[in-house]
């Protein structure tokens, strides 16, 4: 039972370096989202896709971009990192929309840290 | 943005305690979801509420929709060492694009043995 892959599980990077985390589902899910989640802050929502070609803003989109040209995969760029970037990114895929129905099924996450 | 309140920050109670926290929010929202996040994983739905006032058991936990639906609660009685994670909750209302959520900013619970 795969569900939410995320890769990798940790990376350093340096200030101004440009890297790709990548998020496979197998559960035929239309939705997906790219949370960040800081101590104390829960989790924002920097990105999400209704379905293969469709993304959206979420409240963190600065300094991100997605894309989605399968259903399968909604990989994260970061095109220029910095420290304020820092933190733990989980995917997460739902039938339909997270309000809806709460049903998220979140990936086990990236730590990502740059220096 | 929706802005949710979650409380305590962190807890650490004696094996068999009951727990409480909760969460405000200034604003209304649709639905009131519970998850609860493991150590080095991704959060797991524990209770969704779909109707204020609703009250909804899962076990050892129980979560109630208030009624005015700025807020929720959840409770876990006879805690074990396994009750060990961040709890969070998150509210679900509606924007342009649909429905969305909101998340807490969790509270810690540790647990004695």
């Known amino acids: 039972n795969a569900g939410v892959t995320q890769t990798p599980k940790f990376r350093i990077l340096k200030i101004g370096q440009s890297m790709t985390l990548q998020c496979a589902q197998d559960m035929n899910h239309n939705y997906m989202y790219w949370y960040r989640q800081d101590p104390g802050m829960g989790l924002k929502l920097i990105y999400y896709s209704v379905g293969a070609g469709i993304t959206d803003k979420g409240e963190v989109p600065n300094g991100y971009n997605v894309s989605r040209s399968t259903t399968e995969d909604f990989p994260l760029r970061l095109e220029l990192a910095a420290p304020s970037q820092t933190s733990v990114y989980f995917c997460?895929?739902?039938?339909?929309?997270?309000?809806?129905?709460?049903?998220?099924?979140f990936g086990e996450g990236s730590r990502l840290t740059v220096l | 943005g929706q802005q949710l309140n979650q409380s305590p920050q962190s807890m650490f109670i004696q094996e068999g305690e009951d727990v409480s926290m909760n969460c405000t929010s200034s604003?209304?929202?649709?639905?009131w979801l519970w998850y609860k996040q493991d150590p080095g994983e991704g959060p797991v739905l524990l209770i969704a509420?779909?109707?204020?006032?609703e009250l909804t058991s899962n076990g050892r936990l129980t979560a109630q929709f208030g009624i005015t639906r700025k807020d929720s609660f959840l409770n876990i009685s006879a805690s074990i060492p396994s009750d060990v994670g961040i709890y969070f909750c998150a509210g679900g209302w509606d924007n342009n694009a649909g429905n969305m959520l909101t998340f807490g900013g969790g509270t810690r619970l540790m647990v004695k043995p």
């Open positions: 997460a895929s739902s039938k339909s929309l997270a309000g809806n129905t709460g049903e998220l099924f």
């Open positions: 509420l779909y109707k204020a006032g």
């Open positions: 604003s209304i929202f649709n639905t």
